[in-house]
Structures are given as C-alpha cells and as structure tokens.
C-alpha cells in the first residue's frame, strides 16, 4: 500500500533539510545534527535499496505558494500557504510499504518527527 509522509516544518526558519534549521537542533551538539543528517541519509537509502521509497522531495517556502480555488465558476487564485499555523507542509515521502506498521515506523525515522510533525496519510489506489 502506498502512503505519503507529509513531513511539516516552521516557515520561520525554511530550509532543508528543515531539521536542521529549528531552534531545538541548532541548540544539539554538532555530533548530534551530524547523527540526525546520518539517519536521514541511511533511511533514504534503505528505502531506496527495499524499493519502498517512490518519491522524496522537499517543497518551497510557504511563500511561494498559490492557493486556487473554484467558487460559483470563478478561480480566486491567492499567494501564501494555505492555513495561518507555526507548522507548513515541508516536504513528502511517497513510500509503498507491506504494512501500515512499516509506514508508520518510516515516518518515525524521519529527522523532522523530533522537533515537527509526519503526517502519515494512505493514498487511494
């Protein structure tokens, strides 16, 4: 089954890998965000050498975004990310994975979950 990871981030300190850029890790030891930067690379590359891992990219900054919407046939297109919170969608995981179990264990592993979120949502097939 295939899940996308939405990995969220503070649009404050936008950059990527976005882990590396919160108040929390800048506070780490560098042999801690090296650690970290570690983990990303070897989850990348398991994922790649099982096959799970369909797509992984990160996204632009929040303010580079347009929002479209259709309302009474007419396009609003707007700028600006779509909801006013501290925590934007920063990048996805497209993984195709046995089980919800191994999604989930996925999206743990991925350095962000530390100091954001991972949204873990199934894709329709």
Request: hydrophobic share 45%.
């Amino acid at each position: 089954m295939k899940y996308v990871l939405l990995i969220h981030s503070n649009p404050q300190t936008w950059g990527h890998p976005s882990f590396l850029r919160t108040k929390e890790a800048q506070a780490l030891p560098r042999s801690a965000r090296d650690a970290l930067t570690e983990q990303l690379e070897k989850l990348l590359a398991e994922l790649t050498e099982t096959g799970e891992l369909v797509a992984a990219e990160p996204l632009a900054a929040p303010a580079r975004t347009k929002v479209v919407r259709i309302r009474q046939g007419v396009r609003a297109t707007t700028d600006g990310p779509y909801s006013e919170a501290k925590e934007q969608l920063a990048g996805v995981f497209i993984v195709d994975v046995a089980t919800p179990e191994r999604a989930e264990e996925i999206a743990a592993r991925i350095p962000e979950a530390h100091f954001a979120a991972i949204e873990l949502r199934p894709i329709e097939a």
